[in-house]
């Protein structure tokens, strides 16, 4: 089955510190894989994607994921956490199976805690 | 831009009473998404549809959720009739077809079923 999996439910890091939220795939063919972030009370708001090309992908606010091909990864990072990053995040995978349609599958959300 | 909107932002309602949520997708996006988050599931995707065509539902939990777009900009997701257990935060999201899976979502119905 096509899946994401989120192995952390929160993530803890101090003001200015690097970031890294965990995700891996399992996904047969080529995945298009997404990072998506959730504030308090609010929709969900795009990040990045990694769809073919360099393995590093640059998005919003300062994030950016590294695609790992070999370990099934596409983890999230920053190179200085802010406390307004604080939020809950998503990976999510496109479904191959779903022809071509853009229908996702998320994981089940890293809460990120950025403390002063 | 407007993005996406939905109504109501809040809903309180009895079990038994019928329940309609609202979307206006961004105009000229060729998708529409439901998805239900709770603490207890995470974000489950309940229908979509491509130009306004529903195309897999096999998220929906029972009969009694119905979805329909009727045109281009407007889909409504109904519950009839609800029950405490609906209760959750209900999303929209629409999205351009060339954009490859980047959802615009709105700022979400929360229901509350007493």
């Known amino acids: 089955a096509q899946s994401v999996a989120q192995p952390e439910d929160q993530v803890n890091v101090a003001e200015g510190n690097p970031l890294t939220v965990k995700c891996t795939y399992s996904?047969?063919?080529?995945?298009?894989l997404f990072w998506y972030v959730q504030y308090p009370n609010r929709g969900l708001q795009f990040l990045l994607k990694y769809i073919t090309g360099d393995n590093l992908v640059k998005g919003s606010y300062g994030f950016e994921a590294e695609f790992n091909k070999s370990q099934t990864s596409f983890h999230l990072k920053k190179p200085s956490a802010l406390v307004s990053d604080s939020a809950l995040y998503f990976c999510?995978?496109?479904?191959?199976?779903?022809?071509?349609?853009?229908?996702?599958?998320f994981g089940a959300g890293t809460r990120l805690a950025v403390h002063p | 831009d407007a993005g996406v909107i939905q109504s109501p932002r809040h809903e309180v309602t009895e079990m038994g009473q019928e329940v309609t949520l609202r979307c206006k997708p961004i105009?000229?996006?060729?998708?529409l998404f439901w998805y239900r988050q709770t603490m207890m599931r995470g974000l489950e995707l309940l229908i979509y549809f491509n130009n306004n065509v529903p195309i897999d539902d096999s998220g929906m939990p029972e009969d009694r959720f119905s979805a329909k777009m009727p045109n281009a900009s407007f889909s409504t997701l109904k519950i009839q009739p609800s029950e405490p257990r609906d209760s959750a935060v209900y999303f929209c999201?629409?999205?351009?077809?060339?954009?490859?899976?980047?959802?615009?979502f709105g700022e979400g119905s929360r229901l509350t079923v007493l």
């Open positions: 996904v047969s063919g080529n995945p298009y």
């Open positions: 999201a629409s999205s351009p077809g060339r954009e490859g899976g980047k959802l615009f």
């Open positions: 999510a995978v496109r479904d191959p199976l779903s022809g071509g349609y853009n229908k996702l599958i």
């Open positions: 105009s000229g996006h060729d998708y």
